[in-house]
C-alpha cells in the first residue's frame, strides 16, 4: 500500500533555511501536499504541488517535486520562531475515494 | 470563513464511558474523515464517511462507530472508552475530488480517559 515517510525531527537556527524532506510510494498521486500543526491546533493547508510541476514558490515556501525518485521536500527561508511547528507532508492515494496518505510528521525547532 | 467545527477542545471521561466526539462543516463538503494523532504516529484514519448515512473503516477502526445522519455533520463514538483511546482526535472534511483544496481541518479535540 502507499506510504509517507519523514524525518521526526529538524532543529534550525532563527533566520536559516529550513528543509524538510519526504518520500512517497503512489507514481500516480496527482497532487502532494504540505500542511502545518501549530502546537495545540488542527492542520492547516501551507501549500500544495500538482504532480505535472517540478518547482512551486510561494513567499518564502519552496517546494520540490522528484518524481523519478519519488522524493518532496519543502524548503522555509529566513526560518522564524513562529514557524516552529509539525509539518505533514501527504499524496493521494490513487483509486478508491482519493483519500490523504500522510506522513508521521516533522517537528520543526527554531532556536536563536 | 469556512470551517470545521469540533464540539470540544478538552475531554476528561472515565474507562467504560460511551462518549460522543462531534464535527460540523460549514461548507457542503461530501467527505469526512475522523482521525486520531499520538506522538511519533502521525495521523491514523479511523472512518471515513463519503455521502450521508455512508462510512468506510480506516485503518484503526476498532473500538469505534461512527454516524453521519446529515451532511454537515459527522460524529465519532467511542462505545466503551478506556485509557489507550486517550489521545489527539481530528476531524476533516473536503469535496469528492480533493485537488488543490486538500482536506479542511477541525482544531481537534484532546480525549483523557481515566
New interface residues.
Given amino acids: 500500500g502507499e506510504d509517507v515517510e519523514q524525518s521526526?525531527f529538524l532543529s534550525v537556527r532563527e533566520g536559516d533555511s529550513s528543509v524538510i524532506n519526504c518520500t512517497y510510494t503512489d507514481s500516480s498521486s496527482t497532487?502532494l501536499?504540505w500542511?502545518k500543526q501549530e502546537p495545540?491546533?488542527?492542520?492547516?493547508?501551507l501549500t500544495?504541488i500538482?504532480s505535472n510541476m517540478d518547482m512551486k514558490q510561494d513567499q518564502r515556501l519552496t517546494v520540490l517535486l522528484n518524481k523519478k525518485d519519488k522524493h518532496l521536500s519543502l524548503r522555509i527561508a529566513d526560518t522564524q520562531t513562529g514557524d516552529s511547528a509539525i509539518y505533514?507532508c501527504?499524496e493521494?492515494e490513487t483509486g478508491g475515494?482519493?483519500?490523504?496518505i500522510?506522513?508521521?510528521?516533522t517537528r520543526l525547532a527554531v532556536h536563536p | 470563513d469556512v470551517k470545521v467545527t469540533q464540539s470540544s477542545r478538552y475531554l476528561v471521561k472515565r474507562t467504560g464511558e460511551k462518549v460522543f466526539l462531534e464535527c460540523v462543516q460549514d461548507m457542503d463538503h461530501e467527505n469526512m474523515f475522523w482521525y486520531r494523532q499520538d506522538p511519533g504516529l502521525g495521523l491514523r484514519l479511523i472512518y471515513f464517511s463519503y455521502d450521508v448515512k455512508m462510512k468506510e473503516k480506516g485503518d484503526i477502526p476498532e473500538g469505534y462507530s461512527v454516524s453521519r445522519e446529515k451532511k454537515e455533520r459527522f460524529s465519532l463514538i467511542l462505545e466503551s472508552a478506556s485509557t489507550n483511546q486517550t489521545s489527539m482526535y481530528l476531524c476533516a472534511s473536503s469535496l469528492p475530488m480533493t485537488g488543490n483544496y486538500g482536506y479542511t481541518f477541525g482544531s481537534g479535540t484532546r480525549l483523557t480517559v481515566v
Avoid: E, M, T
Fill in positions: 521526526l497532487y501536499y500542511y495545540g491546533a488542527g492542520l492547516q493547508l500544495y500538482f505533514f501527504a493521494i475515494y482519493n483519500k490523504l500522510f506522513g508521521a510528521g
